[in-house]
């Protein structure tokens, strides 16, 4: 099992040390003692599609191509054979542009929104629920003891999360290891930059689980679901939506993760429980990690 | 101090009993045995403003009319003396319809979108910052004492979050009091929700605490302004421009708080210290709060 400070297997792995994802922030605790925590920057950042401005987002300001990239295609603004001709960011204007090849017009997406459960405005949902009727996902088992090694080894890599805390993660893994984790202060923001990242990479996602700090809503579902990872695992909990969804298109949906306890409400088939729970620690209170985020 | 089961001084509290809003979900756990559990429905309702339609927020489905009117108004799409001459909701159709005396046009509003930390789709950042410009908070002073009581009486509340997960809740409280208190699937659906009530109830906001299990980001910080109450209190973290928006606009910012821990990172000075710290009761783990919601 991994080590507390073992990021090194990591493809990306969360800085904490990075000085511009967070600030030392003076005020007073609860004794009236002066006290200094470490606090998450939150920046804007608008994207551009084309000539198109797109949405701005806030976010930690990590990533931003493969947040924009992510953003995009999780939208359905970008799709299968796009081409990509450039990325342009630009830090000081907080603006970043993505140039496709073909000519791209949003004013119909831009005009409808909705508004999630998950932090992600600008999702069009009714696109969003039209884009999962193409959707089958790989019949990939996951072996539960993949599960309890990825969920040791994400809450003891050392994060934002456990440096400043007001923060989200999601972690691309594949079988008990994890591979890309990103953070950001909006849950949606991690996903996108995994999205993106995948993108970038050419990176297959049939074989892939997504770990998520946060809560399975509906869209968080169809996220994955449209990114083709067939399992996606959370310490949280579910929608009755995030569920239904998950059951339509043979997601595996499993939440409540915690030590040795897990939940699975969709696609049990490819589980394989190879690991004996009950010789699986308990969480120590320490970890930290929040449930319903 | 308040009774586990106390709801009595709510003007409106959780009902988690209600058969709409939570769904039992059969699925298997760790051991591989059948369980059910219980789980926070999440529905679509399409906000109109008139002829306009403005978004469709997904949300546990309870005060829809508190949410739409919250929502528009915290939008800066209702200002102070907008005449509401009808609301009407239509379940099957999940939509709502606000209508006012003078007709509203919110094409541009539409098309300029922030996605913000918090869930909350279709803000116009630009504008809930220039709407700031004129804000100025009341000295109300807030009691550490009532700080105590109301995080006590809030975290034994019957509520669907203690009985489902996967929910945020959001109390407006008056001193040690909570009056009101919301839950919904997107955090900022319950701040909304409250909003949309004291629209409605004309409530005044100089005497009132908000209270919220979600962090204090950006668009937390600049909503509460906005409602003109002047402390925000939570159990989770903080962001670096939430604490300086509220530095700027001179509200009272309370995090971390969880047992007889918090931390005041602007607005000290409303601050009194009148409780014992040590002689506050730490939070039983079994309260199951969590924080970087």
Known sequence: MARAQDSSDYLIAPDPGAARLTRAVGGMDHNGDETTINVVEERPLTIFLNAQEIVTAMTIGDYPAYLALGFLRNQG??????????????????????????????????????????????????????????????????????????????????????????????????????????????????????????????????????YTTGRLTSEMVIKTAMMGIPVLVSRSGFTAWGVEIAQEVGLTLIGRMRGQRFVCLSGEDRLIRDADPSAVAAEPRKSGRKGAA
């Open 77 to 210: 603004m970008l799709v299968e054979g796009d081409e990509i001709t450039r990325v342009n960011y630009d830090e000081e204007l907080e603006t970043i542009v993505v140039r496709t090849a073909r000519e791209t017009d949003y004013e119909d997406k831009m005009r409808r929104k909705t508004r999630t459960s998950g932090c992600a405005v600008g999702t069009v949902f009714g696109d969003m629920m039209e884009g999962l009727e193409g959707v089958t996902l790989p019949q990939t088992p996951v072996r539960s003891s993949w599960l309890y090694a990825l969920s040791a080894k994400i809450n003891r890599t050392p994060s934002l999360y456990l440096d400043a805390g007001a923060i989200h993660g999601t972690v691309l893994c594949h079988h008990d290891k994890p591979l890309v984790y990103m953070e950001d202060v909006g849950r949606h923001n991690a996903v996108d930059k995994i999205a993106g990242w995948m993108m970038s990479e050419r990176a297959p996602a049939d074989d892939k689980i997504l």
